[in-house]
């Protein structure tokens, strides 16, 4: 079930359309919390990118070259709407596509557009060497500077070291295995670094990617034979960071403990790769360990698929908890749709949308206008007018913008506005 998005509270924008556009310097920098649904499983869209013939045209991550980009090597920057915006930027170039091979062009309930989204974020996520490959020999530096190699070996030498043989982390080996390895020994590591006189090693950039690209391949093995986790459940994910009780320390956005730092409120460094994303966590494995012993609680450990959860859900919180600026959106309205688009008034060429119904998160608001986009595509052509598209951050204002409209002009169905 959606949520209606819990945003314009106390913004008022009656005025905007009425000629008010940029006249208040306040109205303007005012943002809004825009919520999007966490998906269930980034895995679900993978069906739906068949079912949809996606994948007549883009492949993802290798394969034969096909007539879209393989969407698996592009870096989507921004935010989960500068995504959908992509999606929306390039549907004319698509859909000549579509019909040269005769492909009936796919309509999206907003669910499914979701599922979509998150697919391709997952991959973005996933897949380390989107950013640039890790580098093996980078890693093997890392491995010796970090001091890992007081401890451990990675080959079958059978070294008097402290610590166990990494080897068995070779090829068939993810990140999240390694995270989760690496928290579940934290406090054993510690002590026996302790007795060293070592300190706790803290990774910063690409060098946690780089350690995992040098002990995936071994010393100068090849890293061809890779597996990958299960991807996490954003969701299962959120229940887990519950009953974790990280919740008791960090808050999400706002809601939550205190003692630790705020974790939904952090696309700068929690919307990077696991490998970046369990990086974090190892640097502040400590730290935490101290309030956790302060407080009492006990310290937990993690299954590989729970660790597989519990990134994905700082990830997607992050890539999900998108902002946008209602009146910076309604000048993109003015700018790019009322030509054809009223709200409120009932007049225009296309519908009014204040009273479309469902269109009720950012998310639907993509996908109707996909879905309608063969139209509108038409009605421009008509008037020569350019593809509206929407540039990074637009998306998010312009939705943010058309729901905070919805939510003062229109009556929108109770119930039943689902995915
Ligand atoms: C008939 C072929 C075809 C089909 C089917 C198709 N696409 Fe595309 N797609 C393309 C082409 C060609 C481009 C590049 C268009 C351009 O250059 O403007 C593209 C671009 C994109 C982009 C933008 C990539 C970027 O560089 O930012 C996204 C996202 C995308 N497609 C997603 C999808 C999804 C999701 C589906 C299934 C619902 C789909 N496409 C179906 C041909 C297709
Ligand atoms: C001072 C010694 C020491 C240092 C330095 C050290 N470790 Fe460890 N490590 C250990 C010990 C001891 C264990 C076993 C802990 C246990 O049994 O719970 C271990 C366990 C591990 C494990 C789990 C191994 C398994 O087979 O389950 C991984 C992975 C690991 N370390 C990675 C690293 C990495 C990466 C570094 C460098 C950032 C590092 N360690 C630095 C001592 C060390
Ligand atoms: C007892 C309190 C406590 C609990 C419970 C706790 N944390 Fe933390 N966490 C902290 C503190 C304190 C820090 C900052 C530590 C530091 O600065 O070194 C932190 C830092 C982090 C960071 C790094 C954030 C940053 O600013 O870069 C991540 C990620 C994190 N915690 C994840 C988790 C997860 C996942 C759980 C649940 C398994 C959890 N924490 C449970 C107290 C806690
Ligand atoms: C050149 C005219 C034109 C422009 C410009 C235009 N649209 Fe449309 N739009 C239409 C028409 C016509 C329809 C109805 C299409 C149909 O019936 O299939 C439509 C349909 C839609 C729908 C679907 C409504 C429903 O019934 O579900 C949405 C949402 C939408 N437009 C949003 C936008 C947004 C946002 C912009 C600006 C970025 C925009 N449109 C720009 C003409 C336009």
Request: charged content about 20%; overall charge positive.
């Amino acid at each position: 079930m959606k949520r209606m998005p819990g945003i314009v509270s106390g913004v008022v924008l009656t005025a905007i359309l009425a000629g008010a556009v940029g006249s208040s310097t306040h109205a303007q920098t005012k943002s809004v919390l825009l919520s999007v649904e966490l998906p269930d499983s980034p895995t679900a869209g993978a069906r739906l990118f068949a079912q949809k013939s996606c994948v007549r045209c883009h492949s993802l991550g290798g394969g034969e070259p096909r007539v879209g980009p393989d969407l698996g090597r592009i870096l989507f920057s921004g935010t989960v709407l500068d995504l959908a915006g992509a999606f929306w930027n390039h549907a004319p170039a698509m859909r000549e596509k579509m019909q040269d091979l005769r492909i009936q062009p796919p309509t999206m309930t907003s669910g499914e557009m979701a599922d979509i989204i998150a697919l391709l974020t997952a991959y973005r996520y996933y897949i380390t060497e989107l950013g640039g490959p890790g580098s093996p020999s980078a890693g093997r530096a890392v491995f010796a500077s970090k001091g890992c190699v007081h401890c451990h070996s990675v080959n079958g030498n059978a070294w008097e070291q402290p610590g166990p043989n990494l080897r068995r982390y070779r090829g068939r080996f993810s990140a999240i295995f390694l995270a989760q390895a690496m928290w579940n020994h934290g406090p054993e590591m510690a002590s026996a670094m302790q007795g060293l006189g070592l300190k706790w090693p803290k990774f910063t950039g690409r060098e946690m990617g780089d350690l995992v690209a040098y002990l995936q391949a071994g010393n100068g093995g090849s890293s061809e034979e890779r597996v990958y986790f299960e991807p996490g459940s954003p969701r299962r994910g959120r229940q887990l960071f519950s009953d974790k009780r990280c919740l008791a320390c960090h808050a999400i956005a706002g809601k939550g403990g205190r003692g630790g730092p705020d974790l939904g409120t952090r696309p700068r460094e929690l919307v990077g790769s696991v490998a970046s994303i369990a990086g974090l966590m190892w640097n502040h494995s400590q730290g935490m360990t101290a309030e956790f012993r302060r407080r009492g609680i006990p310290r937990v450990t993690f299954s590989g698929q729970e660790m597989a959860d519990i990134i994905g859900y700082l990830y997607f919180v992050n890539y999900a908890n998108v902002r946008g600026t209602p009146a910076r959106g309604a000048q993109i309205f003015v700018d790019k749709c009322s030509t054809c688009h009223s709200i409120g008034s009932g007049k225009g060429i296309g519908p009014d949308l204040g009273g479309v119904p469902r269109l009720d998160d950012p998310i639907a608001i993509i996908a109707a206008m996909w879905n309608h986009s063969a139209k509108m595509e038409e009605e421009l052509r008509k008037r020569g007018l350019p593809w509206p598209r929407l540039e990074s951050g637009e998306a998010a204002d312009l939705t943010a913008f058309l729901l905070s409209r919805r939510d003062t002009s229109a009556a929108r169905p109770t119930t039943g506005a689902s995915r």
